[in-house]
């Protein structure tokens, strides 16, 4: 699809040039007008209804709230969410809720008073077990990574219970049996993700240990504290299991500590691929989130609410990928 960008750089011009130039304003030279017109013909280029449509409403904002932007989860969506934005002529305004529901209603309502076009929303854990009640806004909503209950709302999801069945029972096929593991506190992705863990374990005739589970802040200091406690135990786990980015890396740091040799003699595996991931040594085994797939799907889903508030809700779940490395004893030659 051409975008205004397209037309800009076509033209040797400014984005704005080219918005001028179609919502027929003064002040632009003939002979720029002349070819903008002329490159707008010759690339097809159709102005975006949805961004017109936002242009009579006074409001080419739309509204992103995470729950941690220093998660590189949230990182990746909000690159994703800002390049479609930007494809369509709208700004983001972006905030970060530190899963607080007291700021993240502070800032709804900022974006309500700011009049926004609508609202990608990763809500806190509060107001996801009670959306309805606690989320109040006159405009439209897409909800991505939790799922939110008693509403009929656009959401982009992934399937956490298939990503971590499969990411632990690739550690059960690689011998371990005595999985320490690690959950997003009181999150509907940390639960999913638990009831994934269960399953596998279950499936493979193994019952969950709770001293080896644990609920905590998706923090970089509870990964390296809990691992610290897991490998202090009489009856130590032979791999780790953790459920996101920020937790893995507080893990990964504990483990090097320890100076266990990964895979010998403890494994190690992870949800959300980073930088760091694929370069340590050894190589970390995770399931890869598509989380420029997330931001963009969600951006697409409001901008087609905006243009159509009537249209049937949609519930997108997309798939986590596993990538096999080292740090779980198989290399993935031998797949």
């Given at each position: 699809m051409t975008s205004i960008k397209d037309v800009a750089e076509a033209a040797g011009v400014s984005t704005a040039t080219v918005s001028r130039v179609l919502s027929g304003k003064p002040h632009v030279r003939p002979e720029i007008r002349e070819q903008v017109l002329a490159v707008v013909e010759e690339l097809n280029y159709r102005p975006n209804r949805v961004a017109r449509s936002l242009r009579v409403q006074q409001s080419n904002i739309i509204g992103l709230i995470v729950s941690d932007i220093q998660n590189p989860f949230f990182t990746a969506v909000s690159r994703a969410v800002e390049d479609i934005a930007y494809q369509h002529e709208l700004n983001v305004f972006l905030c970060n809720s530190d899963e607080d529901p007291d700021k993240e209603a502070l800032y709804l309502k900022a974006m309500g008073d700011e009049n926004v076009a609508g609202v990608i929303l990763s809500p806190t854990r509060q107001s996801a077990?009670?959306?309805?009640?606690?989320?109040?806004?006159?405009?439209?909503?897409?909800?991505?990574?939790?799922?939110?209950?008693?509403?009929?709302?656009?959401?982009?999801?992934?399937?956490?219970?298939?990503?971590?069945?499969?990411?632990?029972?690739?550690?059960?096929?690689?011998?371990?049996?005595?999985?320490?593991?690690?959950?997003?506190?009181?999150?509907?992705?940390?639960?999913?993700?638990?009831?994934?863990?269960?399953?596998a374990l279950k499936d493979n005739g193994l019952n969950p240990d709770p001293a080896l589970i644990h609920y905590v802040e998706a923090r970089e200091i509870e990964g390296y504290k809990t691992t610290k406690h897991l490998l202090g135990l009489a009856e130590p786990p032979d791999a780790i299991f953790t459920s996101n980015a920020l937790l893995s890396a507080g893990s990964f740091r504990a483990l090097r500590e320890s100076k266990l040799a990964m895979?010998?003699?403890?494994?190690?595996?992870?949800?959300?691929e980073t930088t760091w991931t694929p370069l340590v040594e050894p190589p970390v085994t995770v399931i890869k989130q598509p989380t420029y797939e997330i931001g963009q799907t969600a951006a697409e889903l409001l901008l087609k609410r905006i243009e159509e508030p009537s249209r049937p809700t949609r519930e997108v779940i997309l798939k986590g990928k596993l990538i096999v490395r080292q740090s779980c004893g198989c290399h993935p030659s031998k797949l």
């Amino acid at each position: 699809m051409t975008s205004i960008k397209d037309v800009a750089e076509a033209a040797g011009v400014s984005t704005a040039t080219v918005s001028r130039v179609l919502s027929g304003k003064p002040h632009v030279r003939p002979e720029i007008r002349e070819q903008v017109l002329a490159v707008v013909e010759e690339l097809n280029y159709r102005p975006n209804r949805v961004a017109r449509s936002l242009r009579v409403q006074q409001s080419n904002i739309i509204g992103l709230i995470v729950s941690d932007i220093q998660n590189p989860f949230f990182t990746a969506v909000s690159r994703a969410v800002e390049d479609i934005a930007y494809q369509h002529e709208l700004n983001v305004f972006l905030c970060n809720s530190d899963e607080d529901p007291d700021k993240e209603a502070l800032y709804l309502k900022a974006m309500g008073d700011e009049n926004v076009a609508g609202v990608i929303l990763s809500p806190t854990r509060q107001s996801a077990d009670a959306f309805a009640e606690t989320v109040k806004l006159d405009v439209p909503i897409v909800i991505i990574d939790r799922r939110v209950r008693d509403v009929d709302i656009d959401s982009v999801l992934i399937d956490n219970v298939a990503a971590a069945y499969r990411l632990v029972e690739h550690l059960l096929k690689d011998g371990h049996r005595r999985i320490g593991a690690m959950f997003g506190l009181g999150s509907t992705t940390g639960r999913e993700r638990r009831e994934g863990f269960t399953k596998a374990l279950k499936d493979n005739g193994l019952n969950p240990d709770p001293a080896l589970i644990h609920y905590v802040e998706a923090r970089e200091i509870e990964g390296y504290k809990t691992t610290k406690h897991l490998l202090g135990l009489a009856e130590p786990p032979d791999a780790i299991f953790t459920s996101n980015a920020l937790l893995s890396a507080g893990s990964f740091r504990a483990l090097r500590e320890s100076k266990l040799a990964m895979p010998d003699e403890i494994a190690f595996a992870s949800f959300d691929e980073t930088t760091w991931t694929p370069l340590v040594e050894p190589p970390v085994t995770v399931i890869k989130q598509p989380t420029y797939e997330i931001g963009q799907t969600a951006a697409e889903l409001l901008l087609k609410r905006i243009e159509e508030p009537s249209r049937p809700t949609r519930e997108v779940i997309l798939k986590g990928k596993l990538i096999v490395r080292q740090s779980c004893g198989c290399h993935p030659s031998k797949l």
